[in-house]
């Protein structure tokens, strides 16, 4: 495939307005599925479970099987739509959806249409630089996710080449609460940054509220990001009709989202600025190009040919179900992250470093588990952030913030030093365990007998006996000679300062 021709971005801008809508996909946290008594994969209690074990007959589409609606989803979703601001509807409906689902065994998705749970709400999201920008909410609706296909042969992964693929069903029948934006205008050369604060908010909100794991790079948050164009016109005028949009379809990281709303901004100008037409579309965001490719002509909502669930009731929830769920509702993000600035002490800088980088979930519960702010905000924006981006990876699939905590809690106990911290969070990475079994396993806890530290100076000493006179004759930055070859003789399993001391009270005998 030839790769697409993109405009310089800020030429893009000059030309022609960017029209953004998003919708994001949060797969919640029950026991069980939406519409069974199966295990919920994205429980963590069921994660990593063998393909097609969390599956029942409803799941599988069996003859016969009726669904039953999870109250604690139901309840999960209301929750999520007054944090959105929305209203809960009275009564909602639940709505076949149809089309060829190769991953649910029915062949249609059990969604909702004309009818969802909750409607017309506003979120106020955070710019990196303190602006607060109200998103329009449209809906957020109840639904089930897809199964999952793996395809084999082929040299990508991907269905294009491949021999066969496989049907794993534990997937199919999670609920899922599909947040929908309203058309969202005057983003203007912010558009990316807005579309990855936005799914920070919302990954916020969902973790506050405890619905969901919100771990993007599983797939409990996924984000389909709308663009499209339409040309500037002149002061006065009538605006130009919106033009047609695309839909990049599950980019599952926040970096992810921003880069694939500029690069459809650059894409979709240079088509239109060479007279060309955009394909209603969705398509595919390639992490590793940086890149979008054409997915499937862009259905509207006629093709899914909706219609009531016939093996559904309405959903009608209590008013006092509703004002017991809004009274329980956390802080908003906004205030929230304003409040956390506070409490912890960061300067502006230092806590944009963390919103930036999408970790403020991960310092927080960092902090929980017992680390100090400080250090919790410099073991993620410092040494995990830059193993993940050396590995492409999210920082926080590589390591939990209990680890991060115990980790940090070792070098408080004096057990490590921070360049043996590094090599022990090498190790929790790689799948070794926990950081203390890391300590163990490798042998690199700080050597705290000072029998060995004392032998180890004197055989340097010995080594540079013209070092001791200077130390005694008050020179003691040369003792540094004297704690590098300490240090090396331990393999760095020794804590400077005590070394630095155990030589001054050498030189003073």
């Not at 944090?83 to 009564?91: E, Q, T, V």
């Not at 500029?262 to 965001?285: D, N, V």
Request: proline fraction near 6%; glycine fraction near 8%.
């Amino acid at each position: 495939m030839a790769k697409a021709a993109l405009m310089d971005y800020d030429k893009a801008l000059e030309l022609f307005e960017p029209v953004l809508g998003f919708e994001i996909h949060v797969e919640l946290n029950t026991e069980t599925k939406m519409f069974s008594a199966a295990g919920n994969p994205a429980n963590n209690a069921h994660h990593g479970a063998a393909p097609n074990t969390l599956v029942a007959p409803v799941d599988m589409g069996l003859p016969g099987s009726l669904p039953v609606v999870n109250a604690d989803a139901v309840r999960s979703s209301i929750s999520l739509g007054l944090a959105l601001g929305c209203s809960i509807a009275p009564s909602s409906r639940f709505a076949r959806k149809n089309y060829f689902y190769p991953d649910l065994g029915k062949n249609y998705q059990i969604s909702q249409y004309d009818e969802p749970i909750a409607f017309e709400g506003s979120v106020d999201v955070e710019m990196p630089d303190g602006e607060i920008v109200a998103i329009p909410i449209e809906r957020a609706h109840m639904e089930e996710d897809a199964g999952k296909l793996t395809h084999m042969g082929g040299a990508s992964g991907r269905i294009q080449g491949a021999e066969y693929s496989l049907v794993d069903y534990n997937r199919a029948g999670v609920p899922l609460v599909e947040i929908v934006t309203k058309t969202i205008f005057g983003a203007e050369e912010r558009a990316p940054e807005l579309a990855k604060a936005y799914v920070q908010t919302i990954r916020d909100m969902v973790i506050a509220l405890g619905i969901s794991e919100a771990r993007m790079e599983r797939g409990n948050l996924r984000c389909d990001a709308n663009v499209s164009l339409r040309p500037r016109v002149a002061p006065g005028e009538e605006p130009a009709p919106l033009g047609i949009r695309t839909e990049t379809k599950n980019v599952n990281s926040m970096r992810s989202v921003e880069r694939a709303v500029r690069y459809e901004i650059q894409r979709q100008a240079a088509i239109l600025a060479a007279g060309g037409t955009i394909t209603q579309e969705t398509r595919h965001w390639h992490e590793d190009t940086g890149t979008t490719s054409p997915g499937r002509p862009k259905s509207d909502a006629d093709d899914y040919r909706y219609f009531p669930e016939p093996d559904l009731l309405p959903v009608e929830p209590a008013a006092e179900l509703i004002e017991e769920l809004r009274a329980a509702l956390p802080e908003p993000p906004a205030a929230h992250r304003r409040r956390l600035k506070a409490d912890w002490g960061f300067t502006d800088l230092e806590f944009q470093d963390v919103v930036n980088g999408g970790l403020l979930a991960e310092v927080e519960a960092t902090i929980a588990a017992g680390a100090a702010p400080q250090a919790a905000r410099k073991w993620w924006t410092g040494e995990i952030t830059r193993v993940a981006n050396a590995s492409e990876r999210e920082a926080a699939e590589l390591v939990s913030p209990a680890d991060v905590a115990a980790l940090q809690a070792l070098i408080d106990a004096g057990t490590l030093t921070d360049k043996l911290a590094r090599q022990v969070l090498e190790g929790v990475i790689a799948g070794e365990g926990t950081p203390q079994e890391v300590v163990d396993a490798r042998g690199l806890a700080v050597v705290s007998d000072d029998g060995a530290l004392l032998a180890a100076i004197d055989e340097a000493l010995a080594a540079q006996p013209d070092v001791l006179a200077k130390i005694q004759d008050g020179k003691v930055q040369a003792a540094g000679a004297v704690i590098g070859a300490v240090m090396k003789a331990m393999r760095g399993q020794a804590d400077a300062a005590r070394v630095r001391e155990l030589i001054l009270e050498r030189a003073s005998q």
